[in-house]
DNA sequence: ACATAATTGTACAACCATGAACGAAAATCA
DNA sequence: TGATTTTCGTTCATGGTTGTACAATTATGT
């Protein structure tokens, strides 16, 4: 009795899925060399983006948002700093905390690498509706939930 | 005159591809941890089911099919092929080439992680039934030949 | 209040990935 | 054939990512 009989390039689900991976990795390589010209790396825009939304945002939470460890974050953080892109400021109430703000100049090139961002996506999407894009959306959304239930 | 007035995350296909790379990055993730039982890395899966499904494939074939450099495949092969779970053999018509195979041992390794990838994601996509994961499949896929078309 | 536990950010060592430069082998082409 | 170019794999330096251990600070519980 072999549960393997069928090959997982059999199974739709998975089948499917590479196709998924495969467009993730592809996405991240293209928009890194586009970057190059920002001169700044994925993560880093990873970072100034969320702090873009989330002004004020710990280092914690930034780490928890994007899916890295806190070492990730403290290790990368001095770097966009020095460059004069973001500012580390104390929490008054509470010492440990170190809440992260764009620079004015940083606030620019977030604007200018989300842009770069947003026309590779739109680019590379563009032979999909908008319908088709919100169902990829909605089936993401529920597949990122089942993992979160899950734990594992 | 402010070509960004709209923020990303108002733009749908924007918003819908961050679903799609976080959920990547989650499945990465946790086959990562589901694969330390078998004292393997994912970069290592991802080689040996290529070998699997491509017996004899030369590394040049293999970094490109898993969209890394052949620098990449280089230096993880020997780790791998000390452990006894794959062969190189020198093709005979052409001396420069390393032609993969996997070993007996490798083989049921690669079984056996594959059985634990396929079991994560279709428990992560049981939520959404053939025909969604078709789609978001098609999608995908249409998807990448853009992204290969425009070659940037 | 005081001891214990939990949280926040950092430092360090280990590993993975990348690109450029290189040598060997084969293909091209004159 | 002989010279040049291309292909394949390796090596090396660089930089990204992780997990663990740690110091400082705050929260908890008696």
Redesign the interface.
Same mark, same amino acid.
């Given at each position: 009795m072999n549960?393997?009989q069928v090959l997982?390039?059999d199974?739709?689900?998975?089948? $499917?899925?590479i +196709?998924?991976?495969? +467009?993730?990795?592809?996405?991240?390589?293209?928009l890194g060399?586009?970057l190059v010209s920002l001169d700044i790396k994925v993560p880093h825009l990873d970072i100034m983006?969320n702090i873009y939304?989330f002004e004020g945002i710990s280092q914690q939470d930034l780490a928890h948002k994007l899916?890295v460890g806190r070492s990730n974050i403290s290790m990368l953080l001095p770097q966009i700093e020095k460059r004069g892109l973001i500012e580390r400021r104390k929490d008054e109430t509470d010492k440990r905390i170190l809440r992260l703000y764009l620079t004015d100049k940083g606030r620019e090139v977030t604007?200018k690498a989300? +842009?770069i961002?947003?026309e590779l996506?739109?680019?590379?999407?563009?032979?999909?509706n908008?319908d088709?894009?919100?169902?990829?959306?909605r089936?993401? $959304?529920?597949?990122?939930?089942?993992?979160d239930a899950?734990g594992?």
């Open positions: 549960e393997n997982p390039w199974n739709p689900r998975f089948k $499917n899925w +196709a998924v991976a495969r +467009a993730s990795q592809l996405i991240h390589q293209k060399r586009a983006a939304r899916l604007l989300l +842009a961002e947003l996506i739109e680019h590379s999407l563009s032979t999909s908008l088709e894009c919100n169902q990829v959306g089936i993401m $959304n529920r597949m990122i939930d089942q993992m899950w594992k």
